[in-house]
């Protein structure tokens, strides 16, 4: 059974960083391709897919973190981070890692083609 643990969200100003961590079980990391992707829920709103990793280490970003944001994995860690830089009002939200169903590429944005799902972790940006 999969399992995905969050950590690193909390209160920045606007212009800071952080960097998000998803502690995976052991295994997620498979020897097969898979997905990894984080997501964001702003209140009120959708979930949004802003970033993903594939499992040959192929990115994928939203338009609007485009060069503000980097996905990276650790496979010896079995770990998934999102390092946030120049963070702007409009990143606050609860952020989550998933990982994808068995079909997921870097072209699936519905949170519908991820199996896996962690609690989530909050990032609040403000002047």
């Known amino acids: 059974q999969v399992r995905l643990v969050e950590s690193g969200g909390g209160s920045v100003q606007i212009g800071g960083s952080l960097t998000l961590s998803c502690a995976a079980s052991r295994g997620t990391f498979s020897n097969y391709y898979y997905y990894m992707a984080w997501f964001r829920q702003p209140p009120g709103k959708e979930r949004e897919r802003v970033a993903g990793?594939?499992?040959?280490?192929?990115?994928t970003y939203a338009e609007d973190v485009k060069g503000r944001f980097t996905v990276s994995k650790d496979n010896a860690k079995t770990t998934l981070y999102l390092q946030m830089n120049n963070l702007k009002p409009d990143d606050t939200a609860m952020y989550y890692c998933?990982?994808?169903?068995?079909?997921?590429?870097?072209?699936?944005?519905?949170?519908?083609?991820?199996?896996?799902w962690g609690q989530g972790t909050q990032v609040t940006v403000s002047s």
């Open positions: 998933a990982k994808g169903k068995s079909w997921a590429t870097r072209s699936s944005l519905s949170p519908d083609d991820f199996a896996y």
């Open positions: 990793i594939d499992s040959n280490g192929i990115t």
